[in-house]
């Protein structure tokens, strides 16, 4: 092992890290993973859990495509406490404007073999009848699902130490010159991966990765008024601005029967404290879009920081500020959907296969190059 | 003041004290207030609004506490909703 | 959403501490409002009760309360803070904004829930819970009862059931012949409270009083039909209708920690005026310390006074609740949990109830934060009050920040159309 403690330290328990873990893990490498608090603490915590395909970029697309399917993949093995259920996303189009981006999207995947199905208003009434009177209609993406991410990265987790990964939590981490320090102990490995999220610009500085707050607010138990996660398209829009905070209407069903409503996005908002004002005005989107929330009980309401990249793509790969540490970081609200194809482009390419869909999109050289550009 | 109250819990009559709460109501008619997640019958426990298991709809509103809510003439309570 | 226009002095909580203070404040002058989720007045050790009037000592509150001008929300639920100097409280139907320039916390307290098999069978309720629901009108006449945990709520509980017919067949108290004695000794010192004593004891002839002993089971289909304890390390089964079965009590403090106040050991710290770490914020009652009656009354008085700026006045009653201070720590220690409570549960036993969690798949973790997230442990309506003093008890562990609503809410309730958050001046 050249002197190596382990063949990979992953630090970060999160999604990313866990999977990354896993990957790891199953192709017989020696794998520590290190984090200062708990497993799914941070964004994977925080965030809802949509596997979702998005087409903002080719990139993007390619990435959450080749993830979703690999979740399919995995899907008979998850454990029931991942809640992982394929239960589709509506776009939701609101009018005729929107209708037009629905047929776009509708070309764009059949293209690229994605299933979707366009919606007529009263289709998507059947659909979901508790969506309000005079939508134009919207965009089924059936293969989309949903999942509970605390359990899920824990699974990952569970299955890499299952194949002889290490799992220390607790302490504080901190990498230089390729040593790991933690719990007063060094380790060394041939890989260290970076995958601490919003965190990571701490761990490795100089990363042009920022926090993008959300919020989100959890109802009691109603089964069957949801039956799709439910997004407006107004949400690229609102994912699309890079200086505004915004709103959009972003819905779950839970297998619980509990509604998790969301969403939203701040710049500059450094503490963890719910922001009444956007709060507010989420909830309200919500109730434009679904009327009888209004009367639902709100149990909890909280707030995440997404790690977000001025490019809105992650980065995957070799730190060019430092090449001892890999990164896989910067997935912004996509970090669930794309954290096993991460994972699995990423520990290809650093064992020297080749991955199933390119790696240069999301490598961290090209901010050199983009993010000059922003 | 009327001696007391006349509600339906489930669709039967039930008669109760005028200041008496929907719970009493719905223990007077014999029923648990309402199923847990894992299918267990379940009633109050705390008596004062925190404990949550006292939940049933009121009016057709659903998950009212009932530990907390008086009875009032005609009320239409159902549990297990 | 109804705005108030704003209060001199706002108190949360209509029992005792909250009375007391509410009655103080409006007397000196202040334009007072008292604030309560429950339908009357009262809390939970002055409930109202459907078949009888008010204890004596109540209505000359009451009585105050009404003629000082005190404005009384009740059936208002209080859940977030949006701005310094601004509450939000729901109702039923409305949404109130309540302003205030001093704010006085008397949330009071709950009753700590320890988990055992059977705990979850209806009509397996707390020591108060039964009381609260036989005063909201349960027939109890002709039921067996029995009354068991720690505290000196359950003689105060089986009182009042046998006093309204219920057949209270025996009291389990987990705390030791020599804890009770040694508590019943620092009573002394309080005339007041013997002589309170002595009566619960005339009360309560007939039932059996069995210190070191505890409940290990409830037992029963549909409901419960009866219960197995541990009494003089033997077990034995008695057949009852009720258990009224709580572990002594639980300070509420979710709304101080919103806010921001500073906690210690669990419970709102204050100073000698009863404030908190942040300046016009006031605690008064069991969220400061549990102490039974007296001491919410003479805490409460103290902080509103103060609220009122009559320090002076104030500190006369210092020596009122130094006094009651006292009963306060003879309490605490005599009612300790015996570790022999730990082992009551069984792996299927469940811990939190709204999201049916079993002991064993919590044993694994090593912190309520990670069993919260991957078991959903204290998600629930109840956001971890009945198990989180459980597994505090249990594992040892802290419950993590509090997070707007303090308590459910409407989803039309945290998003008042009319309202822009940032424009509202304390």
Redesign the interface.
Same mark, same amino acid.
């Given at each position: 092992m050249n002197g190596k403690s382990h063949d990979a330290i992953i630090i970060g328990a999160g999604i990313v890290g866990a999977a990354c873990a896993y990957e790891c893990a199953r192709r017989g490498m020696r794998v520590l993973v290190l984090d200062r608090e708990i497993v799914g603490g941070g964004t994977t915590g925080a965030g809802m859990g949509h596997i979702v395909v998005m087409d903002d970029s080719e990139a993007q697309f390619a990435l959450t495509r080749y993830s979703q399917t690999l979740w399919q993949e995995l899907r008979p093995q998850l454990s029931d406490d991942v809640e992982y259920e394929q239960c589709g996303t509506i776009w939701v189009a609101a009018d005729e404007e929107e209708m037009a981006e629905v047929r776009r999207k509708h070309e764009f995947y059949s293209q690229r073999g994605v299933p979707t199905e366009v919606l007529s208003a009263d289709r998507l009434k059947n659909l979901e009848p508790h969506l309000r009177n005079g939508m134009a209609g919207g965009l089924l993406v059936p293969e989309d699902a949903v999942l509970y991410p605390p359990c899920a990265a824990d699974f990952l987790l569970s299955t890499a130490r299952k194949h002889g990964a290490e799992l220390r939590l607790g302490e504080s981490v901190a990498v230089g010159e390729g040593v790991v320090y933690t719990s007063g102990r060094e380790f060394t490995a041939r890989f260290t991966i970076n995958a601490t999220g919003a965190a990571s610009p701490q761990l490795t500085p100089g990363i042009e990765v920022k926090k993008r707050k959300g919020h989100l607010v959890i109802t009691d138990r109603y089964p069957g008024f949801l039956r799709h996660q439910l997004v407006e398209l107004g949400y690229l829009k609102s994912a699309h601005s890079v200086t505004s905070d915004s709103v959009a209407f972003n819905l779950q069903p839970r297998r619980t029967g509990q509604i998790l409503i969301g969403s939203s996005r701040q710049y500059g908002a450094e503490h963890s404290e719910v922001d009444h004002d956007i709060l507010a005005r989420m909830l309200q989107r919500a109730q434009e879009y679904m009327p009888e929330i209004a009367t639902m009980w709100a149990i909890r309401a909280w707030t995440g920081f997404r790690p977000a990249t001025p490019d809105k793509l992650p980065l995957i790969g070799p730190c060019p500020s430092d090449n001892l540490v890999l990164l896989a970081t910067g997935h912004e609200g996509l970090g669930i959907t794309t954290s096993v194809g991460t994972a699995r482009i990423l520990v290809d390419h650093i064992t020297g296969v080749k991955p199933e869909i390119p790696i240069e999109p999301y490598l961290p050289s090209r901010a050199a190059k983009e993010f000059t550009h922003a | 003041m009327p001696d007391s109250v006349n509600l339906t819990v489930n669709g039967r009559s039930v008669s109760v004290p005028h200041g008496a709460t929907v719970a009493v109501a719905v223990a007077i008619a014999g029923l648990p207030c309402r199923t847990s997640v894992t299918g267990e019958p379940r009633g109050p426990l705390c008596g004062m609004g925190i404990c949550f298991e006292c939940r049933v709809s009121i009016n057709g509103k659903r998950h009212c506490r009932s530990c907390q809510t008086l009875c009032d003439q005609g009320m239409d309570v159902k549990t297990n909703d | 959403m109804t705005d108030t226009h704003p209060f001199d002095v706002l108190v949360i909580g209509g029992g005792p501490a909250g009375i007391a203070a509410a009655v103080r404040a409006a007397e000196c002058g202040s334009r007072t409002g008292i604030v309560d989720?429950?339908?009357n007045l009262g809390g939970?050790i002055w409930r =109202?009760s459907?078949?009888q009037s008010p204890p004596t000592e109540a209505a000359e509150w009451y009585l105050r309360l009404q003629k000082a001008g005190v404005t009384a929300l009740s059936?208002k639920r209080v859940f977030?803070q949006?701005?310094p100097g601004v509450l939000l409280a729901e109702g039923?139907e409305d949404l109130l904004e309540l302003r205030y320039r001093k704010l006085i916390l008397a949330t009071g307290a709950?009753?700590r %829930?320890l988990p055992f098999p059977g705990w979850?069978?209806?009509?397996?309720? !707390?020591a !108060?819970?039964?009381?609260?629901?036989v005063k =909201?009108?349960? /027939?109890i006449r002709g039921k067996r009862v029995v009354v068991a945990g720690t505290g000196p709520l359950l003689l105060a509980v089986a009182s009042y059931l046998k006093d309204h017919g219920a057949e209270v067949s025996i009291i389990c108290e987990q705390a030791s012949y020599s804890r009770l004695a040694l508590f019943a000794i620092a009573l002394w010192n309080q005339p007041g409270k013997i002589s309170q004593s002595l009566e619960l004891k005339r009360a309560l002839d007939g039932v059996a009083f069995a210190p070191g002993s505890w409940v290990t089971a409830a037992h029963g289909r549909?409901?419960l039909e009866s219960i197995t304890i541990s009494r003089a390390g033997k077990p034995q089964t008695i057949p009852c209708d009720y258990l009224a079965c709580g572990f002594h009590l639980v300070p509420n403090i979710e709304l101080a920690q919103l806010l921001g106040c500073q906690i210690r050991d669990g419970f709102v710290h204050v100073d000698d005026l009863q404030q908190t770490s942040i300046a016009n914020v006031f605690c008064a009652g069991e969220p400061t310390g549990i102490g039974g009656i007296e001491l919410s009354l003479a805490e409460g008085q103290i902080a509103g006074l103060a609220a009122a700026d009559r320090d002076d006045e104030a500190r006369k009653l210092f020596s009122a609740r130094n006094k009651a201070q006292r009963f306060a720590r003879a309490l605490d220690r005599a009612f300790q949990l015996r570790p022999e409570l730990k082992k009551l549960v069984a792996p299927e036993t469940?811990v939190c109830?709204?999201?049916?969690v079993p002991y064993s798949r919590l044993q694994r973790h090593? =912190?309520w934060?990670?069993a919260k997230?991957?078991?959903r442990c204290g998600? !629930?309506?109840?956001?971890g009050?009945?198990c989180g003093p459980a597994t505090q008890f249990l594992f040892d562990w802290t419950p993590d920040s509090v997070? /707007? /609503?303090v308590?459910?809410?409407?989803?039309?309730?945290?998003?008042?159309?009319t309202?822009? %958050?940032?424009t509202l001046k304390p």
């Open positions: - | - | 989720d429950n339908p939970q =109202s459907t078949e059936g977030d949006p701005a039923d709950r009753e %829930f979850t069978l209806p009509n397996v309720m !707390g !108060g819970g039964l009381q609260a629901m =909201s009108g349960l /027939p549909a409901a469940l109830r709204c999201e049916d090593t =912190s934060r990670s997230l991957q078991t998600m !629930g309506p109840c956001q009050r009945i997070r /707007p /609503p308590f459910p809410v409407r989803v039309e309730s945290m998003s008042p159309a309202r822009n %958050f940032e």
